[in-house]
């Protein structure tokens, strides 16, 4: 096999001299029940964490391989060729640094001083650049306009920001403007010393009308882009809700709901899949939705064109990491998500 892999860097430095080091293998056995299909899409299915468009990419440049019987790597670069039962190698690059540039993007600021500043995020917007989404993000918009105070603070790629939400959930943010208001601000998030409340609008609703979910969450094993509860193993999550109103049917089965949510932790898309998880997943959204609504609600959603998750961050509290003021930051619905609700109250 060391024969292979000195095959496997020549081929990669004949592509791109100089890599370097923290690049990604990739290894698996392609059996006949994907062989004869697109190479692109069989990969797909064997490397699941992959997306297609990422695989051709990769192949594009040199970087996917098929290995013979005898170990011996044969680069494949097109994707619409059929997939040969086989070993196959993938070697990502080490992901390149982002360097973040600023943009003249409108921001609705809430509270700005010396040390931090507070903004009602619209969604659509990412929190920090990443793969696929390198520009027109919050930290763009925070470099443009908070100018070299922000420079650095929090690490190159991702100055200012200590927390996040995610793309298409809207609502307030805090992001540090000065060393001492990101280091303070990373502790009260690590203890979770932060009072924040979401608005969701659900499928149905939630049973009992409030109570506590507390489960453990981390990498769903069907699916690495998406999270789950787990059995074992991730990380404690604890969302405390309440049903504040719902939507049609009759009272004991509501077509819609809108649910309060106060996060005790924050973890990736705690709310999302925690609704879900009660069998009420947020209205829209396209990862944990699984289902369809009730036809009414759906026309409300067509007629109000929503197609994100209906999850907003309304409040978001603490003690200032400097000053010691104690600040607090309300936002209403946005306007699609206030579409939404005026529609659902109709029926």
Same mark, same amino acid.
């Given at each position: 096999?060391?024969? #292979?892999?000195?095959?496997?860097?020549?081929?990669?430095? /004949?592509?791109?001299?100089?890599?370097?080091?923290?690049?990604?293998?990739?290894?698996?056995?392609?059996?006949?029940?994907?062989?004869?299909?697109?190479?692109?899409? +069989?990969?797909?299915?064997?490397?699941?964490?992959?997306?297609?468009?990422?695989?051709?990419?990769?192949?594009?440049?040199?970087?996917?391989?098929?290995?013979?019987?005898?170990?011996?790597?044969?680069?494949?670069?097109?994707?619409?060729?059929?997939?040969? #039962?086989?070993?196959?190698?993938?070697?990502?690059?080490?992901?390149?640094? +982002?360097?973040?540039?600023?943009?003249?993007?409108?921001?609705?600021?809430?509270?700005?001083?010396?040390?931090?500043?507070?903004?009602?995020?619209?969604?659509?917007?990412?929190?920090?650049?990443?793969?696929?989404?390198?520009?027109?993000?919050?930290?763009? /918009?925070?470099?443009?306009?908070?100018?070299?105070?922000?420079?650095?603070?929090?690490?190159?790629?991702?100055?200012?920001?200590?927390?996040?939400?995610?793309?298409?959930?809207?609502?307030?943010?805090?992001?540090?403007?000065?060393?001492?208001?990101?280091?303070?601000?990373?502790?009260?998030?690590?203890?979770?010393?932060?009072?924040?409340?979401?608005?969701?609008?659900?499928?149905? +609703?939630?049973?009992?009308?409030?109570?506590?979910?507390?489960?453990?969450?981390?990498?769903?094993?069907?699916?690495?882009?998406?999270?789950?509860?787990?059995?074992?193993?991730?990380?404690?999550?604890?969302?405390?809700?309440?049903?504040?109103?719902?939507?049609?049917?009759?009272?004991?089965?509501?077509?819609?709901?809108?649910?309060?949510?106060?996060?005790?932790?924050?973890?990736?898309?705690?709310?999302?899949?925690?609704?879900?998880?009660?069998?009420?997943?947020?209205?829209?959204?396209?990862?944990?939705?699984?289902? /369809?609504?009730?036809?009414?609600?759906?026309?409300?959603?067509?007629?109000?064109?929503?197609?994100?998750?209906?999850?907003?961050?309304?409040?978001?509290?603490?003690?200032?990491?400097?000053?010691?003021?104690?600040?607090?930051?309300?936002?209403?619905?946005?306007?699609?998500?206030? +579409?939404?609700?005026?529609?659902?109250?109709?029926?």
């Amino acid at each position: 096999m060391a024969d #292979a892999e000195d095959e496997i860097e020549d081929l990669l430095e /004949a592509e791109d001299p100089g890599q370097a080091s923290g690049e990604r293998r990739l290894q698996a056995s392609l059996d006949g029940a994907l062989a004869g299909q697109r190479l692109d899409k +069989a990969l797909a299915v064997l490397f699941d964490e992959l997306s297609r468009a990422r695989l051709q990419a990769l192949m594009a440049e040199g970087r996917v391989f098929r290995l013979d019987t005898a170990g011996k790597p044969q680069a494949v670069t097109n994707g619409s060729a059929k997939a040969q #039962a086989s070993d196959y190698l993938v070697v990502e690059p080490p992901p390149a640094p +982002a360097i973040p540039e600023p943009e003249a993007i409108p921001l609705s600021v809430l509270y700005e001083d010396a040390h931090l500043i507070v903004v009602d995020k619209p969604a659509g917007m990412a929190a920090h650049p990443a793969p696929g989404c390198e520009t027109g993000t919050l930290v763009n /918009a925070l470099l443009h306009h908070c100018g070299d105070s922000l420079s650095g603070v929090g690490g190159v790629a991702r100055p200012g920001i200590v927390h996040r939400l995610d793309k298409e959930t809207s609502g307030v943010m805090v992001a540090a403007k000065s060393d001492a208001a990101h280091r303070g601000l990373s502790a009260l998030f690590s203890t979770h010393d932060i009072d924040r409340v979401y608005v969701a609008l659900v499928r149905g +609703a939630p049973h009992p009308s409030s109570g506590t979910i507390e489960t453990r969450l981390g990498r769903s094993p069907h699916d690495r882009k998406k999270m789950a509860v787990l059995k074992s193993g991730g990380r404690e999550a604890i969302t405390h809700y309440k049903v504040e109103r719902t939507f049609g049917g009759d009272t004991g089965k509501p077509l819609a709901a809108r649910v309060s949510c106060r996060l005790e932790t924050g973890r990736t898309h705690q709310i999302r899949v925690h609704m879900a998880s009660k069998g009420s997943p947020c209205l829209g959204d396209p990862v944990y939705g699984a289902g /369809a609504p009730a036809a009414p609600v759906k026309a409300v959603l067509v007629e109000a064109g929503f197609s994100r998750q209906a999850l907003h961050a309304a409040v978001l509290g603490f003690v200032h990491p400097v000053t010691g003021e104690t600040l607090r930051f309300e936002t209403p619905l946005p306007p699609d998500m206030a +579409a939404v609700q005026a529609g659902l109250e109709r029926l």
